[in-house]
């Protein structure tokens, strides 16, 4: 399995921007799909992005459409996410999820990850 590593993570005003970074390590980082789920408290886990191997498609949950990027550097083994327009409802603690699938796949969903960072907080305040 490949180890995650996630941060930036941190505590912002409303409105405000945050970028996500994931450092993969241990196995071929262009085999996996990545992707970012967050979960909230008292609340079960959420895929919030999601990107195919090469980063040539991209998926998001509506909530977050038009404000969170996805993107990836198979070169640094790295996946980000930028966050913009940052709302209360956005906080959660924030996972990296990688699986191995196929080169145009992207997995919208949390039970299809199989290797997981250890998280890293976002708070929105108002």
């Known amino acids: 399995q490949v180890q995650l590593v996630e941060s930036g993570g941190g505590l912002v005003q409303a409105g405000g921007s945050l970028r996500l970074s994931c450092a993969a390590s241990?196995?071929?980082?262009?085999?996996?799909?990545m992707g970012w789920v967050r979960q909230a408290p008292g609340k079960e886990r959420e895929f919030v992005a999601g990107i195919s191997r090469s980063g040539g498609r991209t998926l998001y949950t509506d909530s977050v459409k038009g404000r969170f990027t996805i993107s990836r550097d198979n070169a640094k083994n790295t996946v980000y996410l930028q966050m913009n327009s940052l709302k209360l409802e956005d906080t959660a603690v924030y996972y990296c999820?990688?699986?191995?699938?196929?080169?145009?796949?992207?997995?919208?969903?949390?039970?299809?990850?199989?290797?997981w960072g250890q998280g890293t907080q976002v708070t929105v305040s108002s």
């Open positions: 999820a990688a699986a191995e699938l196929g080169y145009y796949i992207v997995q919208p969903r949390v039970t299809g990850y199989d290797s």
């Open positions: 241990g196995r071929t980082f262009s085999s996996y799909v």
